[in-house]
C-alpha cells in the first residue's frame, strides 16, 4: 500500500530551512479507525440516519468524548461548548507558531466560509492552543482573526489544556529546539465537527478539501 508522506517545513535557529517527516496516512487512518469504532460501539443496535452516508468526513456520532471544553477566548471571555448551540461548530487544536499544518487547516477553513456564502453566518470556528506558554491572548487576537474575523481563539492555563486535549483523545507533545522558547509540538491534526445541537458529528482529516467541508456542513445544517 503507498503511504502519502506529510512533509512540514520548519525553520531552524539559524535561518536555514529543514524538514520534519510525518507519515500522515498512516497517523491519519489510525486516528479515523480509533474514532469509528468508539461509534460503532456507542450506536451499537441503532439504525444510522439515511443522509449519514452523504457525509466526507468520519462519522463519530455519539462517541463519549469531546463534550465540552472551559477556555478563555482572545477577548477574555470564558466559553463553554454551549455557548455556539444553534451553529455547527468547527474546532481545531494548533499553536501559533506552527509551521505549516496549522495555518493550512485555518486558511482551509477561512475558504469554506467564503463557500458558504450567507450560511457562513450559522458556522462557528474555533482555535484551540496547545502551546499555553506562548499562546497568550495577545497573540491570539493577532493571530485568529486574520483568517476570518470571525474565527475565535481559546486558550487556558497549560492544565486546562491538557484536561482539554484528554477530553478530546487528542495528542501532543513537545519537541525542545536548540534554545528553551524555540520549540516545536507534535499533534493529532484533524477538524471536530458538531451540529447546531452542540453534539459531536464527524471528524475531518487534515487536508479533506473545502468542497468535502462545505459539504458536511450544509448536510448538518439541513
Known amino acids: 500500500m503507498h503511504l502519502a508522506i506529510l512533509k512540514i517545513r520548519i525553520l531552524k535557529h539559524e535561518g536555514e530551512r529543514g524538514y520534519v517527516m510525518v507519515k500522515a496516512a498512516i497517523f491519519n487512518q489510525f486516528l ?13 443496535g441503532c439504525k444510522q440516519p439515511e443522509a449519514a452516508q452523504a457525509f466526507k468526513s468520519t462519522n463519530v456520532t455519539g462517541i463519549d468524548s469531546g463534550k465540552d471544553f472551559r477556555l478563555t477566548d482572545h477577548l477574555g471571555k ?14 481545531f487544536f494548533g499553536y501559533t507558531h506552527c509551521p505549516e499544518a496549522c495555518p493550512n487547516t485555518l486558511m482551509e477553513l477561512a475558504l469554506v466560509m467564503k463557500h458558504l456564502g450567507p ?5 462557528q470556528v474555533l482555535f484551540i492552543t496547545l502551546d499555553p506558554e506562548r499562546d497568550t491572548q495577545a497573540l491570539l487576537a493577532q493571530f485568529v482573526p486574520s483568517f476570518n474575523p470571525g474565527f475565535i ?21 513537545k519537541q525542545p529546539g536548540k534554545s528553551p522558547g524555540n520549540y516545536t509540538l507534535d499533534h493529532a491534526v ?4 458538531y451540529d447546531q445541537s452542540g453534539k459531536l458529528r464527524l471528524h475531518a482529516s487534515y487536508g479533506q478539501g473545502v468542497d468535502a467541508l462545505v459539504n458536511d456542513i450544509k448536510l448538518l445544517l439541513n
Open 32 to 44: 479515523k479507525l480509533i474514532f469509528v469504532g468508539l461509534a460503532i460501539s456507542s450506536l451499537h
Open 78 to 91: 470564558m466559553r463553554t461548548l454551549s455557548d455556539f448551540k444553534g451553529k455547527v461548530v468547527l474546532l
Open 119 to 123: 450560511d457562513a453566518a450559522k458556522v
Open 153 to 173: 481563539g481559546l486558550y487556558g492555563t497549560p492544565a486546562q489544556i491538557a484536561e482539554t486535549a484528554k477530553e478530546y483523545r487528542l495528542f501532543y507533545n
Open 190 to 193: 484533524g477538524t471536530y465537527i
